[in-house]
Structure formats: structure tokens, C-alpha cells
């Protein structure tokens, strides 16, 4: 069956339509949630709640995106919630804004540090900091989408993503005088 009927199946209520969306995509969405909430049970949960609000909003999927880009967002969405909830996000006070250069920083590393360096780095970077990141980095979106995701102005996104960077590179340089010292 084609994901065009599944997703029209889904929309006239069918169940079965809805487990075989959710079978093709809850690995995926998984590791996404996995990304802001570092719990099982947690991103879990916010995955369940995130394919609630897909299927109850259905209709609004309009064909745009993918349906895989469009549940992204949801997940995304309800994972930084969750982590609103949980006080894990933690906003920068809006009254120290300072307008950012983001082409005078080079997001160059050293050749023997691994992805999987970088992204244990920016998982012990402040959530703030970490959540832009992932958000910019991995996700793929621009400031301005980051400012909606995340309820903050898009200026915010450019500082939070700069001083984000900043203390990645400080990391890995520790990181790299640890490893290749």
C-alpha cells in the first residue's frame, strides 16, 4: 500500500492504517526524541504523545512535506515540551542580545575526532545550547524555524547557536588534548 492511501486511510479513521504509519516511523521518530530528552522512557512517551496529536491532526497534513518531515517536526516539537517541563531548557534572557557574525567561525575540526565525538560534545553542552544545535546541525533548519520550534526570536537562535558553537569547540579541543596528547 502506498503512503498516499495509507495517509488518506488514516485520515477516514482506519486503525490499521494508523499502526502501519506509526510501524514505518516510531524507529525513526524514536531516535529523534532520543536526541533532546537522553531517556528511553521519556523520548518513548514523547513519541506516543507525538503520533496522538499527528493522527488527531491528520487533516491538516496538507502533502507539502513528506509525511516523515511533517511528524518530524511534531516530535521534535513535543520533545523540547518535554523538556520545557522538565526544566531542561533554559531560555537566554532576551535583554543581553548582541548581534552575531556567524561567518568569522569556521565549523572545522580535527580529522581524528569522529562524529560520534561531536555528538557526545554537544551532549554535555547546557540544553540551551545543545537543543540549537541539534535543531540547526542535524535537523536542518534555519533560525527563523528555530525561533518557532522553540518559541524564542530568531536572533536568539544566531546567539544561541554561536555561543553553542563556541563551547563545542571548546570541548573537542579538550577532547583532543585528552585523546592525541
Known amino acids: 500500500m502506498f503512503k ?19 510501524n514505518k516511523y ?15 522512557d521519556l523520548a518513548e512517551d514523547a513519541v506516543q504523545e507525538a503520533f496522538i496529536k499527528a493522527f488527531k491532526h491528520i487533516d491538516s497534513f496538507s502533502g507539502d512535506v513528506t509525511f516523515g ?3 518530524k517536526r511534531i516530535v521534535i516539537n513535543q520533545s523540547i515540551d518535554y523538556c520545557r517541563q ?3 531548557y533554559d531560555p537566554i534572557d532576551e ?5 552575531i557574525d556567524e561567518e568569522r567561525n569556521s565549523w572545522e575540526v580535527e580529522d581524528q575526532l569522529t562524529t560520534a565525538d561531536v555528538e557526545n560534545c ?33 536572533n ?26
Open 122 to 154: 554537544i551532549e554535555n553542552l547546557p540544553e540551551n545550547y545543545a537543543t540549537v544545535l541539534k535543531l540547526y546541525l542535524m535537523e536542518g533548519y534555519d533560525h527563523e524555524e528555530i525561533g518557532e520550534i522553540l518559541n524564542i526570536k530568531a
Open 26 to 40: 516510531c524507529d525513526a521518530m524514536l531516535r529523534i526524541a532520543m536526541r533532546y530528552l537522553k531517556q528511553q
Open 4 to 22: 498516499t492511501d495509507l495517509i488518506e486511510d488514516c485520515k477516514k479513521g482506519k486503525r490499521k492504517a494508523q499502526l502501519k504509519l506509526y
Open 86 to 88: 522538565l526544566k531542561y
Open 95 to 99: 535583554n543581553k542580545l548582541e548581534m
Open 69 to 71: 518531515a511533517w511528524l
Open 156 to 181: 536568539n537562535s544566531r546567539i544561541l547557536l554561536h555561543r553553542g558553537k563556541n563551547e563545542l569547540k571548546k570541548h573537542l579541543k579538550t577532547l583532543k588534548h585528552e585523546r592525541f596528547a
